[in-house]
T-cell receptor, first 116, second 116 residues
Framework: ETGVTQTPRHLVMGMTNKKSLKCEQH?????MYWYKQSAKKPLELMFV???????ENNSVPSRFSPECPNSSHLFLHLHTLQPEDSALYLC???????????????FGQGTRLTVV | AQKITQTQPGMFVQEKEAVTLDCTYD???????LFWYKQPSSGEMIFLIY??????QNATEGRYSLNFQKARKSANLVISASQLGDSAMYFC?????????????FGPGTRLSVLP
């Protein structure tokens, strides 16, 4: 139990579908992250939320839309995805300030997404 | 520019032997943290060990130790007495004090296979 829970664990969706990934943490962290992990690429940081405000958006296509309604929850809304978007999507959380540089990011178990 | 470099896409080690996984990093921030994670085939990211930029001694955690050479900007992971369960992907990551330490940047990873 890492303290970060992602649902669903597996998702198969068509290119015209709309779905959402959910991430929840009750570790008291104020930063939450979405990462994408494809088979042949390194872990890619997609979005960072700190104190419920988006502070990083690494040129992610608009078909991915994040939402952070409170410090414990993070969503990734998906629509009109492409087959190349198939990947493992990992959520993570951490304390977000210079005094916690020594604190690791805690990861969820990921959602394995397949776009057909 | 790549901030974290792991030059070994794959490594093999005999069970019970030691192995070193390489990591070099690039930063101009004097304050940063370095992390190693293990990712088994199940996909979860497991935190292994941390090294701070101001730490005078190399970090150790059980069978894991970090060979930290600050001037060379390298933070190699040493796994002693390898076990079959150590077979996994290993990622080096960095967190910088700028941006309030919000961003964790990961290297491309090294796949370690432990042979019986």
């Amino acid at each position: 139990e890492t303290g970060v829970t992602q649902t669903p664990r597996h998702l198969v969706m068509g290119m015209t579908n709309k779905k959402s990934l959910k991430c929840e943490q009750h570790l008291g962290h104020n930063a939450m992250y979405w990462y994408k992990q494809s088979a042949k690429k390194p872990l890619e940081l997609m979005f960072v939320y700190s104190l419920e405000e988006r502070v990083e958006n690494n040129s992610v296509p608009s078909r991915f839309s994040p939402e952070c309604p409170n410090s414990s929850h993070l969503f990734l809304h998906l629509h009109t995805l492409q087959p190349e978007d198939s990947a493992l999507y990992l959520c993570a959380s951490s304390p977000s300030d210079r005094g916690h540089l020594n604190t690791e990011a805690f990861f969820g178990q990921g959602t394995r997404l397949t776009v057909v | 520019a790549q901030k974290i470099t792991q030059t070994q896409p794959g490594m093999f080690v005999q069970e019970k032997e030691a192995v070193t996984l390489d990591c070099t990093y690039d930063t101009s921030d004097p304050s940063y943290g370095l992390f190693w994670y293990k990712q088994p085939s199940s996909g979860e990211m497991i935190f292994l060990i941390y090294q701070g930029s101001y730490d005078q001694q190399n970090a150790t955690e059980g069978r894991y130790s970090l060979n930290f050479q600050k001037a060379r900007k390298s933070a190699n992971l040493v796994i002693s007495a390898s076990q079959l369960g150590d077979s996994a992907m290993y990622f080096c990551a960095m967190r910088e004090a700028r941006n309030y330490g919000q961003n964790f940047v990961f290297g491309p990873g090294t796949r370690l296979s432990v042979l019986p």
